[in-house]
């Protein structure tokens, strides 16, 4: 027998749950694609704002930069004005590339600074060192003192409120003199103070299994690239889901992890880029984050 107390009860519970609903579906479907702008590096230079529109326009809702310059802004754009491009077109940009030659080769942190007034605009989470000139990273000695400085550079990030992260290619995982740099930066860099983005292309071009990295530094990687392999020409990438690496094994382990960003990159075209990223980013939220 239902009493009024009861019923009051469950009809509580019932209003309850259906104010969460709409909190729950969004939990759900909250998963959204971002796009290496580097993947449009032809085309950037040129038109800047008819690209990020059409970026938009192929169902992105973040971005990720690169190729900041204090003097060039943003393809000849400002911080201010790429952030008003951004906002007029529905994108935001947890994440950018800025290079940081100057780091290793000097200590100097005014590429790091450069990189944070551009980050505080854009309103990123992570700036994120791309690259390392193999001139840095020759020895085992040049490895250690790489790993130096980025934790030098982590903690100057960090006092500005945001957070550094890691690129990785594939010789960050090639041995030198006994050591990989990928294993010594995660075990010698703090979770609270660098994350790792994985570019999950060339961690599989290098033999490795990213699951295993997963499971060996869980909640490190907070950002992947999702580029995939072309089946005839591992040096080649081709849209998501066309290739040969097996993102479903890789999402799986999502959760452990710590991944929060989904980026969509691509370097080498055998049809349209603006198709291919299409192509890419509705494979990616209908079979692999739906």
């Not at 939990?27 to 040129?46: C, E």
């Not at 204090?70 to 935001?92: D, N």
């Not at 000097?106 to 450069?114: L, N, P, R």
């Amino acid at each position: 027998m239902i009493t009024r107390r009861t019923f009051i009860a469950q009809a509580g519970l019932i209003s309850a749950g259906l104010a969460l609903a709409p909190q729950l579906l969004m939990a759900k479907t909250n998963k959204v694609a971002g796009l290496q702008l580097y993947t449009l590096r032809a085309q950037l230079p040129t038109d800047v704002k008819g690209v990020i529109a059409k970026v938009a326009q192929a169902g992105y809702k973040e971005v990720e930069v690169y190729g900041y310059s204090k003097e060039k802004g943003f393809w000849g754009l400002s911080p201010v004005e790429f952030k008003a491009l951004l906002t007029q077109h529905g994108l935001t940009s947890p994440s950018g590339h800025y290079g940081m030659d100057q780091l290793l080769e000097t200590g100097s942190m005014q590429e790091v600074d450069d990189a944070i007034a551009a980050a505080k605009v854009l309103g990123h989470t992570y700036v994120t060192m791309p690259y390392i000139n193999i001139k840095f990273r020759k020895t085992a000695v040049d490895i250690k003192k790489i790993v130096e400085k980025v934790n030098l550079a982590a903690a100057h990030i960090k006092k500005a409120g945001l957070k550094m992260a890691y690129h990785n290619h594939d010789f960050e995982l090639m041995p030198v003199e006994g050591v990989t740099l990928y294993e010594e930066l995660l075990k010698g860099t703090k979770p609270n103070l660098v994350d790792f983005e994985m570019d999950l292309y060339w961690v599989v071009r290098a033999g490795n299994d990213p699951v295993k990295w997963f499971e060996k530094y869980p909640g490190r990687f907070t950002m992947v690239h999702v580029k995939d392999m072309d089946k005839q020409d591992n040096k080649l990438n081709t849209e998501v889901g066309s290739g040969s690496i097996n993102f479903k094994q890789i999402f799986a382990k999502a959760k452990l992890a710590g991944v929060k960003h989904y980026i969509v990159e691509q370097e080498n075209f055998k049809i349209d880029p603006y198709l291919s990223i299409a192509q890419s980013n509705k494979f990616l939220l209908d079979k692999l984050l739906s």
